[in-house]
């Protein structure tokens, strides 16, 4: 049993320290065309035994298939899961992983309510703005997801890859409960000097703001399990 936990630092609900990303079971980025349903549903399981309380997930995995795998899986042991998806991106073609960015209000609005639905519960516990669209004024796009706070159909916000003034510019309309981005050796590594100018992590000690890393193995290439001649 893992017992290491850390607070939720805008609520101080404990989460397990370490969290899972559920993108690797649907066809997606790492994912064969063909998903194994029940060894995922067996991990997300194991997880939760093991004190894995964040489970990650989003609506462009596997266009919908990964929020449905996981409301499917979770059934009475929803209470035992802290749920983050994220909306704002949407698939054109899954085959070729291709996608736009989508951060209408009304837009907003249904893709959380597919969500929801897919998730099997009436509160997601975290929500992320996948990405900001350039063409909607961010404060459009954040406002709207404020609304279904107050409506209680996402409890806490959160940003996905984001300059610390876009950060800045979102908390003014509602708390930043998280922002989600890329860290591990290697991207550390590219960042070089700009690793000083947006220092994501800082930013969100600062502002109470839970900070979850995604890809911290390299996306497979740190471990040996991809190769330069790994299939995708």
């Given at each position: ?7 939720f630092?805008?609520?101080?609900r404990?989460l ?6 559920c993108?690797?079971?649907?066809p ?11 060894a995922?549903?067996a991990?997300l ?5 093991l004190?894995v309380t964040l ?15 996981i409301?499917q899986?979770?059934?009475?042991r ?7 998806t994220?909306?704002g991106?949407v698939?054109?073609?899954?085959a070729a ?9 009304t ?10 639905r897919?998730l ?10 996948h990405r900001?669209?350039?063409a ?11 609304e ?8 806490h916000?959160?940003?996905s ?5 876009e950060?800045?510019q979102a908390h003014?309309?509602?708390p930043?409960?998280?922002i ?5 050796l290697w991207?550390?590594?590219s960042?070089?000097?700009r ?6 992590v800082?930013w969100c000690?600062?502002n109470g703001?839970?900070?979850?890393p ?18 995708f």
């Open positions: 049993m893992n017992t290491k936990t850390r607070p630092l805008p609520s101080g404990p397990g320290a370490v969290g899972l990303g993108a690797g079971m649907s997606w980025m790492y994912a064969r065309p063909q998903p194994d349903d029940q995922s549903a991990l399981h194991t997880a939760l035994d004190g489970l990650d997930t989003a609506g462009v995995y596997g266009e919908g298939h990964n929020e449905t795998l409301g899986t979770l059934g009475l929803r209470c035992e899961a802290f749920l983050a994220k909306v991106l698939v054109d073609d899954l992983m291709a996608l736009h960015r989508d951060g209408r209000p837009h907003l609005r249904n893709a959380v309510e597919a969500s929801l897919r099997r519960t009436d509160t997601v516990d975290l929500c992320y703005l900001i669209d350039p909607v004024p961010l404060e459009d796009s954040w406002g709207a997801l404020a279904m706070v107050a409506e209680g159909k996402i409890g916000l959160g940003l890859d984001v300059r610390t003034q950060a800045e003014r309309i509602h930043v409960a998280a989600q981005s890329e860290l591990s991207s550390r590594l960042l070089g000097t690793a000083h100018e947006e220092d994501t800082g000690a600062r703001a839970l900070f979850v995604f890809a911290p193995l390299g996306r497979g290439f740190l471990t040996g399990t991809i190769t330069p001649n790994t299939p």
